[in-house]
């Protein structure tokens, strides 16, 4: 777990020294829009890349949680963020938050909810505690979620803080010893 938190965190300095380096220099940031364009958004094209706070929120994740939160942070951030999304963007009609709607964190919860569930069932010993922690798992990633509704990018802030609320729950729902 930390060799992987410092590969990853490698990989987050890069990322960061590479967007400030083309923020700087416009011929460093026509080579990597012409080679990265096509996976870019047109923020990051303009702005910093998501990369480096992807890579950052996992290897925070890596470093800072016991390996099963570690791992169901960074499982929120690989499905949750992009579902929220998804379902955000093409049903979202009741906004909550800029830019988000009750329809995004909604699907943000039942993926979260349901991501802890199984994971939970083929890692823990069955009980109730797991059906109470995957549910407020659910709503610790949901929410982690809608924090980037203030700017901040939430590559970041859904493994940093569904891992730090995952922890805290878990002192409480005692599901991972």
Same mark, same amino acid.
């Given at each position: 777990?930390?060799?992987?938190?410092?590969?990853?965190?490698?990989? +987050? %300095?890069?990322?960061?020294?590479?967007?400030?380096?083309?923020? !700087?220099?416009?011929? #460093?940031?026509? *080579?990597?829009?012409? /080679?990265?364009?096509?996976?870019?958004?047109?923020?990051?094209?303009?702005?910093?890349?998501?990369?480096?706070?992807? +890579? %950052?929120?996992?290897?925070?994740?890596?470093?800072?949680?016991? !390996?099963?939160?570690? #791992?169901?942070? *960074?499982?929120?951030? /690989?499905?949750?963020?992009?579902?929220?999304?998804?379902?955000?963007?093409?049903?979202?009609?009741?906004?909550?938050?800029?830019?988000?709607?009750?329809?995004?964190?909604?699907?943000?919860?039942?993926?979260?909810?349901?991501?802890t569930l199984f994971y939970t069932m083929n890692h823990v010993t069955l009980g109730n505690h797991i059906l109470i922690f995957a549910?407020?798992?659910?709503?610790?990633?949901?929410?982690?979620?809608?924090?980037?509704?203030?700017?901040?990018?939430?590559?970041?802030?859904?493994?940093?803080?569904?891992?730090?609320?995952?922890?805290?729950?878990?002192?409480?729902?005692?599901?991972?010893?």
């Amino acid at each position: 777990q930390q060799l992987g938190g410092v590969i990853v965190l490698a990989i +987050a %300095l890069s990322g960061f020294v590479i967007d400030i380096t083309r923020a !700087r220099f416009p011929m #460093i940031n026509h *080579v990597v829009i012409k /080679v990265m364009g096509p996976l870019m958004r047109r923020s990051e094209k303009e702005g910093m890349s998501g990369l480096p706070f992807y +890579a %950052l929120g996992v290897s925070i994740s890596l470093f800072s949680y016991q !390996r099963d939160i570690a #791992i169901l942070s *960074v499982m929120f951030l /690989v499905f949750s963020d992009p579902l929220s999304s998804f379902f955000g963007v093409l049903y979202g009609k009741d906004k909550i938050l800029p830019n988000k709607s009750l329809q995004g964190a909604v699907a943000g919860f039942f993926v979260c909810y349901l991501i802890t569930l199984f994971y939970t069932m083929n890692h823990v010993t069955l009980g109730n505690h797991i059906l109470i922690f995957a549910v407020l798992a659910g709503f610790i990633g949901a929410l982690s979620e809608l924090v980037s509704a203030f700017n901040v990018d939430d590559n970041l802030t859904i493994p940093v803080l569904s891992g730090l609320g995952m922890t805290v729950l878990n002192h409480f729902v005692n599901v991972f010893p």
